[in-house]
């Protein structure tokens, strides 16, 4: 078994690709293979014209990371209470067509943080709907960590052993994911 790892940020010293990395060792932890996705910056911005066959390069590449993980973990920072672009610009490439979308019934969970108080509590609720309008299956996972500049260290240590629990936490349930059956997708909302 094998999750994929996408982080929001395409920043260096990313909280969020220091987060994602910490809940990839958990998983490593329980003998499933994790890989962090490198890919997003090459991704083009999503245009329909451009989206025949495999499409871009960089976007077959993704297609390929997500058809070819049981799941995906998502890691996203928040910019002005949103998805950050990129991101948001990478599912939608990735929930096309509908009918093929490798994201379409594949486990998902979203975690994130943020330097600002809440942890990109919004950015992971619209990212969450957003997977759910794709056809994947959101899972119930949910890890907020605010003030990640002093919570989080580079190692990708959380001070707050609550917050280290509910990342164990949110490992387990996206695991326990994949052991479900599969059941059939209720669908895009488009
Ligand atoms: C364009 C932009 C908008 C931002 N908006 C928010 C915001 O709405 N809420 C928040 O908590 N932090 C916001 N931030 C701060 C980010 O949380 C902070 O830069 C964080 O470190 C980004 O995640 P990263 O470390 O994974 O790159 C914003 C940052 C940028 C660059």
């Not at 490198?38 to 077959?60: F, R, T």
């Not at 979203?110 to 959101?138: C, D, P, Y």
């Not at 052993?161 to 996206?174: C, G, K, P, T």
């Amino acid at each position: 078994m094998r999750v994929l790892g996408i982080s929001g940020s395409l920043r260096r010293d990313s909280h969020n690709t220091t987060l994602l990395r910490a809940a990839g060792e958990l998983v490593e932890e329980q003998g499933v293979e994790f890989e962090v996705f490198d890919g997003l910056k090459a991704i083009p911005p999503y245009d329909e014209d451009d989206d025949v066959g495999i499409g871009p390069a960089a976007v077959a590449r993704l297609r390929r990371a997500i058809a070819g993980a049981d799941a995906v973990l998502f890691a996203t920072p928040e910019y002005n209470s949103s998805i950050p672009g990129v991101l948001k610009n990478a599912v939608d490439w990735a929930s096309r067509p509908l009918t093929t979308s490798p994201l379409r019934n594949k486990p998902v969970a979203v975690i994130g943080a943020s330097t600002g108080m809440f942890g990109a509590v919004w950015a992971q609720a619209e990212l969450r709907k957003v997977l759910g309008a794709t056809g994947a299956r959101v899972t119930e996972v949910e890890l907020a960590v605010g003030h990640a500049h002093e919570h989080l260290d580079q190692e990708g240590h959380l001070a707050d052993l609550a917050q280290e629990e509910a990342l164990r936490d949110s490992i387990r349930v996206l695991l326990a994911e994949l052991e479900k059956a599969e059941v059939p997708a209720l669908g895009g909302v488009i």
